[in-house]
């Protein structure tokens, strides 16, 4: 994340913030995690580590790309990335639009649609810094 303060903070509020919603629905969403066995949002710290997990794997991900690949190609990689967390997000909306999801929630149901949301933001500002960089680069 080339050292950047701000993304990183707003990167780790919103981790925070998503851990703290999956980790409190309501009566009949912890029996859902129960019956389903969501051990991984069960309580606070679980859900922390599970949101951090991801999004830590998605930043390593990213930089990976960005230290590897050629400033021409990296673009192509953050796009695939990018339609694969909107790929993520509208395969949430739709199991979420579901009436047996409707009941376990709304700070769930907005915790599980904010994952894919911060993936998406972490993935196009990657994308943006590339194609600067790719403009840069002279003819490669």
């Given at each position: 994340?080339?050292?950047?303060?701000?993304?990183?903070?707003?990167?780790?509020?919103?981790?925070?913030?998503?851990?703290?919603?999956?980790?409190?629905?309501n009566l009949i969403g912890r029996l859902?995690?129960?019956?389903?066995?969501?051990?991984y949002l069960k309580t606070f710290p679980r859900a922390l580590a599970t949101v951090?997990?991801?999004?830590?794997?998605?930043l390593l991900i990213c930089e990976i790309i960005?230290?590897?690949?050629p400033p021409r190609i990296a673009p192509w990689w953050y796009l695939m990335?990018?339609?694969?967390g909107m790929a993520l997000f509208a395969h949430v909306y739709v199991t979420f639009s579901s009436f047996?999801?409707?009941?376990?929630?709304?700070s769930f149901i907005y915790g599980a649609h904010l994952l894919p949301i911060i993936l998406i933001g972490l993935f196009t500002?990657?994308?943006?810094?590339?194609?600067f960089e790719a403009r840069k680069t002279p003819g490669v």
């Open positions: 994340m080339k050292r950047n303060l701000t993304s990183t903070l707003l990167l780790v509020v919103l981790s925070v913030t998503d851990a703290y919603m999956l980790a409190h629905p859902g995690i129960l019956f389903y066995k969501h051990d951090g997990l991801v999004v830590g794997i998605s960005r230290i590897k690949t990335l990018m339609v694969l047996t999801y409707r009941l376990t929630g709304k500002k990657y994308f943006i810094t590339a194609l």
